[in-house]
């Protein structure tokens, strides 16, 4: 499990890479609190295009990006999920509360 | 006949074991030749069982998880994981989406995710006994020209 920031005037992009269970999540949540203490965005981007694979560990996370988000005043939303974790993010319908961006292409 | 098979194995109730739990399950699945998209599926439920029995059976603690996997008839795959922890008292309360006792790491969808990913999810539990969950699949055959 990797994960790559990159800040741009506001925006932050977190791009996710590998596996994203229980097991990793705790780290995943950890880094990603102190990435928007230190940025404190308007926009968090949470790209989850090179995640292989996710289960409701990674719904758990997305959930508290987006709460942190809302609370700040801000915006989070999901992109270009691989077709692994599309099939658990349609399956936990959290695209009612954080919208999901899917590339067709 | 010639298909039926099955594996057997324990393991502790520690997360590292979560990856390794999917890997051996998808592993041993990959002779039904499934889609990239069943073995995703497979893999996914395999995931949130294993990670329930780590997160909710044992709390505070590390105990055994016990995992079968059959093939039953030629297209049908059986998956059942069992622990000895504390048991779940109301199951179906357990199954609803978002039901929690996780709190704020985690978001109730286990069950869900199981239930949609697999064909039939059965699941039995006694209190301070422990829980097993049996998730089947069925693989269609396809034939390969090659
Ligand atoms: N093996 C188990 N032993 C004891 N309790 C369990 C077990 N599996 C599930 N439960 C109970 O059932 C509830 C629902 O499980 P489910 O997997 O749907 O959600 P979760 O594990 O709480 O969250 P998520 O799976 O989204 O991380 C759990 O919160 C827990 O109370
Ligand atoms: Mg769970």
Redesign the pocket.
Known sequence: MKIYAEENNGSLRLSFSGELD?HGAKGVMKTVENLLDEYLPRVCVIDLSELSFM???G??VILRINKRMNGMGGKAWVENPSGQALRVIDA?GIDRVIRVIVQTR | MENLDYIKMEFLSKSVNESFARAAVGAFAARLDPTLDELADIKTAVS??V???I????PGDIGLIRLRVRILERELLEIT?K?G????PD?K??????????GD??????????ESFMDKVR?R?AAGR??S?TMSRRIRRRKPRL
């Open positions: 229980h289960d409701s560990s719904i758990a936990s | 949130e069982a990670t329930n029995c997160v909710h059976a044992y994981v622990d922890g504390v048991g779940i199951i309360k357990a199954r609803e989406p978002m039901y929690t006792t996780g790491d985690r978001s109730g969808m286990g069950f869900t995710i199981m699941v539990s422990g829980t969950v």
